[in-house]
């Protein structure tokens, strides 16, 4: 076996763990286009095996309590950047409103990355198509707030997943905000193995109905199957007024699933992560309604 | 950079690049081959170790941030020579196979023991979501692990 060369000698990098938000944006600044954030590590760590370079300076923001923290009000809930996939299921246990977020963090992975991975690693690795967190939040129209030494500013989730890969050196994300209402959600995800893989399609739902399970209002997301994840907006569209009945909805997926282009992959082809996505709309309105 | 780590209750300096894999440090610095580097993607479970008391896949952790932590690997786990409980069914069980994926599977199960003494057999699959053992011997682990359960 051989000597892991970041044990020999070599041009040294550094590990700055940030005590304070302040601390880790002034630090992101100074390194500027050398540096990056370290959260989780849990995809940072595997660049070798994708090939790419590390970064010759890392700013750790895993020990920042206010990063680190979940505030539940009334009309929002507030998720720290930092903030793990175990932290965030066990913290939103109660809430039933989030229970698509719950899922999402809770059966992520396995328990080991699932205590390591943090939520604003899981929305910033643009590389990563298989998130779940990606689509449960934007089922639940999340914000997220990006920081920089000099200003904050607060986008929508699909703003920030059109521009995270070129965000500028020195911004951070920091936090994540969803408002809460009583919806009905539910995450379905089809990984390969019964738990602890990485899921072939996702499906996210956020849906309000009336006392005769007419849809009032819906939100559903798509991830896995293309690069980033997406709303399915004709999906909505079509659900929207009727009563939401699994079956139904099944059919109408399967109109519409056209309009995907899957991801190919060593893991299935493109074609299956698509032919998938009718079966998970059923078994999302299924949960929803169960809910 | 250098670093200093405290492994199996032993404290010792050593220097690397900060984002060394924990993993690489516990082996080729002290000597604990017990950690094994298998899929290095945190998917296999080969490397997993108790960091402050909590399993941690040391492939995924760099050094610096294991520094002021107490680790602890396979080597570690029998105090004063005497298997823990969950190596001792293990033991009993005959559950050992290749041994890849075993230590790993120990260092699960005794946080699992420790964390959750009345766990079920469903929680010790659920524990061992992150454990993949490629002669699927799973059946006379997951046993083994229950007969310790049902011993405290």
Known sequence: ???????????????????????????????????????????????????EQLKPHYVAIGKIPELSAIRIGTE?????????????????AGLPEFGVLTAAAGRAANPAIRAMATIGGNLSASAFAAADCVPALLCLDAEVEIASRSDRERISLEQFLKMRSSLAPGRLLTRIVVPRSARRTAHARLPLRQSGDYPVA??????????????????????????????????????????????????????LVD??????????????????????????AIAALGS | M????????????????PVTPLVDVLREQFHLTGVKPVCREGFCGACMVLVDDRPTLSCLMPAALAQDCEVRTVEGLAANGTLNPIQQALEACDAVQCGMCFPGMVVTLTHLMKATPGATRDDVRSALTGNICRCTGYESIVEAAVRALAAT
């Open chain 1, 202 to 255: 996702i499906v996210s739902l956020a849906v309000d109905v009336d006392p005769a399970n007419r849809v009032q209002a819906v939100r559903i997301a798509v991830g896995s199957i293309e690069p980033v994840a997406r709303r399915w907006v004709r999906l909505e569209a079509a659900l929207l007024g009727h009563v939401l009945d699994p079956a139904q909805a099944t059919e109408v997926a399967a109109e």
């Open chain 2, 2 to 17: 250098a670093l200093t780590l405290n492994v199996n209750g032993d404290r010792r300096g050593f220097t690397a690049d």
């Open chain 1, 259 to 284: 309009e995907f282009t899957g991801r190919d992959s060593v893991e299935v082809p493109a074609w299956y992560r698509v032919s998938v996505l009718p079966s998970l709309v059923r078994r999302a």
């Open chain 1, 1 to 51: 076996m051989t000597t892991n060369p970041l044990l020999q000698s070599g041009p040294p990098g550094s590990f700055y763990i940030a005590p304070s938000l302040p601390a880790a944006l002034d630090a992101l600044s100074d390194y500027g286009a050398a540096g990056a954030t370290f959260a989780g590590g849990t995809w940072i760590m595997r660049s070798p095996i994708r090939h």
């Open chain 1, 76 to 92: 929002a809930i507030e998720i720290g950047a930092a903030v793990t996939h175990a932290a965030l299921a066990a913290a939103l």
